[in-house]
T-cell receptor
Framework: ETGVTQTPRHLVMGMTNKKSLKCEQH?????MYWYKQSAKKPLELMFVYSLEERVENNSVPSRFSPECPNSSHLFLHLHTLQPEDSALYLC????????????FGSGTRLTVV | QQQVKQSPQSLIVQKGGISIINCAYENTAFDYFPWYQQFPGKGPALLIAIRPDVSEKKEGRFTISFNKSAKQFSLHIMDSQPGDSATYFCAASVESNYQLIWGAGTKLIIKP
């Protein structure tokens, strides 16, 4: 384990379902990130939270809704997703929002059917 | 301007050989160039990083070569081992900015 834990590891959901992805870190980091990883494409930054405030929302569709209740936990709430949203969703954390030394979780493999 | 172009997409190297992965960028404001390594079922992990004030950085069998004038940087893995088989990502950014710009990745396979 890297210190960043993501659950669940795998998720299959229908297009009308509502589900949430969870990320937890106990590294003392104060910035957390959601990334989307699709095959043969660069990692896509979705959201950034610094000190529990959202500082970036990279034109992500509203069917993805992040929540950061404290500096150790990050959620991604999903609803009415599309098949093209199927991907690996990665959570990362760091000291501040300087990009040096991200620690990634192992990801949630999401399949939308 | 914001892209980082990574090549090749996939690479097969014999055990003991040298693996070389290349990246090119356009934005001259970038001042931080990390490489991440990702094994199947895991998230990326920082492998090695360089800043443009040096032309080379070495950590064990891993070396970054940086050519500022050509706006290119590369990862060299010496004496490649089967355990090095993974996907490698280059990235670039302005260090003070959280926005890492990622290459598309290179799947490296080391044949025994």
């Amino acid at each position: 384990e890297t210190g960043v834990t993501q659950t669940p590891r795998h998720l299959v959901m229908g297009m009308t379902n509502k589900k949430s992805l969870k990320c937890e870190q106990h590294l003392g980091h104060n910035a957390m990130y959601w990334y989307k990883q699709s095959a043969k494409k660069p990692l896509e930054l979705m959201f950034v939270y610094s000190l529990e405030e959202r500082v970036e929302n990279n034109s992500v569709p509203s069917r993805f809704s992040p929540e950061c209740p404290n500096s150790s936990h990050l959620f991604l709430h999903l609803h009415t997703l599309q098949p093209e949203d199927s991907a690996l969703y990665l959570c990362a954390s760091s000291h501040g929002t300087s990009n040096y030394g991200y620690t990634f979780g192992s990801g949630t493999r999401l399949t939308v059917v | 301007q914001q892209q980082v172009k990574q090549s090749p997409q996939s690479l097969i190297v014999q055990k003991g050989g040298i693996s070389i992965i290349n990246c090119a960028y356009e934005n001259t404001a970038f001042d931080y160039f990390p490489w991440y390594q990702q094994f199947p079922g895991k998230g990326p992990a920082l492998l090695i990083a360089i800043r443009p004030d040096v032309s080379e950085k070495k950590e064990g069998r891993f070396t970054i070569s940086f050519n500022k004038s050509a706006k290119q940087f590369s990862l060299h893995i010496m004496d490649s081992q089967p355990g090095d088989s993974a996907t490698y990502f280059c990235a670039a950014s302005v260090e003070s900015n959280y926005q890492l710009i990622w290459g598309a990745g290179t799947k490296l396979i080391i044949k025994p």
